[in-house]
């Protein structure tokens, strides 16, 4: 079938550049020597989010609220449970007192922000505008606030600007294909975008997260993995919902679709804060397992 082709392509091509761009911007942040939980908020949170961002972009455009808001609520949910969970399988992750005491209940608070937005008329133009600008008061708190630690390392700057640019050039080209890919299997199966963006394409847009988490979990860069999970989550609520619904106004009724999936982020944010200091192995294997059983239930509410 060619659309499920396209949309293969497509997530392979999204992986591809979101890890050029990635380890591009990651040389290029150990070059300057910034502390791991930062760069995991800022740089890699925004470099794994770039596919969510390109993708929404384009169903923006094309007047696809389901598959937009799928997208953002869906990888959220994926980065929260698969891919914390996967990098605590991995590796028992030490948690940093930041992430558990201040990070997430943000990422659970904006959340529940973006929800109250919706709910009155949908997300319309002024409410992007919102959510941008909390984006940039965010970021801006994030990188004036002191850091927890230093990322070592002095590589060389060339390989990043080349890495980085690969990337920004092949996200948007992949995401194009996923979209075409995605709408045209949904319209020939009948499954509604929600449905597929909630599932399919959150999976995919969300493999940048788990590829990074998994390999800064080996490496035993634990602040970076937690920091690429909150700080992507947070990209995708803020930047990514602003910019769709600035290019595009989303419906009311579309965003209520989606309460039963906020309640579970909500909760489950809230959840891994209150873990403690360190996500054990059996932890990370019941995130997991708790993702599949209430993505069942959920996308059946769709």
């Known amino acids: 079938m060619l659309d499920l082709l396209v949309l293969c392509v497509g997530l392979a091509g999204l992986v591809w550049a979101a890890g050029a761009l990635v380890d591009g911007a990651t040389g290029l942040a150990r070059r300057w020597r910034v502390p791991e939980l930062l760069v995991g908020l800022t740089i890699v949170g925004f470099g794994t989010s770039a596919p969510e961002l390109a993708v929404n972009v384009f169903a923006s455009l094309q007047g696809r609220d389901g598959l937009v808001l799928g997208n953002v609520f869906g990888s959220n949910l994926f980065n929260l449970l698969v891919v914390l969970g996967a990098g605590a399988l991995l590796s028992p992750l030490a948690v940093p007192s930041s992430a558990r005491r201040v990070d997430l209940p943000v990422s659970a608070g904006i959340t529940l922000l973006v929800v109250m937005l919706g709910l009155t008329g949908g997300l319309g133009v002024a409410d992007g505008a919102v959510l941008l600008a909390v984006f940039a008061v965010f970021l801006g708190w994030v990188v004036t606030r002191p ?53 399919v394409v959150a999976a995919g847009t969300s493999l940048p997260e788990l590829a990074a988490t998994v390999a800064a979990a080996r ?14 989550n947070i990209f995708n609520l803020l930047l990514i919902l602003g910019v769709s619904a600035v290019l595009a106004p989303l419906d009311a009724d579309q965003v209520r679709m989606f309460l039963p999936h906020v309640a579970v982020l909500v909760s489950a944010t809230l959840a891994v804060a209150l873990l403690g200091s360190t996500v054990q192995r059996w932890q990370g294997a019941t995130m997991i397992a708790v993702f599949l059983l209430v993505t069942v239930g959920l996308t059946a509410s769709l």
Do not use: F
Not at 156 to 177: F, K, N, R, Y
Not at 219 to 232: E, I, K, P, R, Y
């Open 219 to 232: 490496g035993g860069h634990h602040a970076l993995a937690v920091g690429n999970v909150v700080g992507s």
């Open 147 to 199: 850091g927890e630690e230093e990322a070592g390392g002095t590589e060389e700057a060339g390989g990043g600007w080349v890495g980085t640019i690969l990337g920004l050039i092949g996200l948007p080209l992949a995401a194009q294909a996923v979209v075409v890919g995605a709408s045209g299997l949904a319209a020939k199966l009948g499954v509604p975008d929600a449905v597929i963006g909630a599932t």
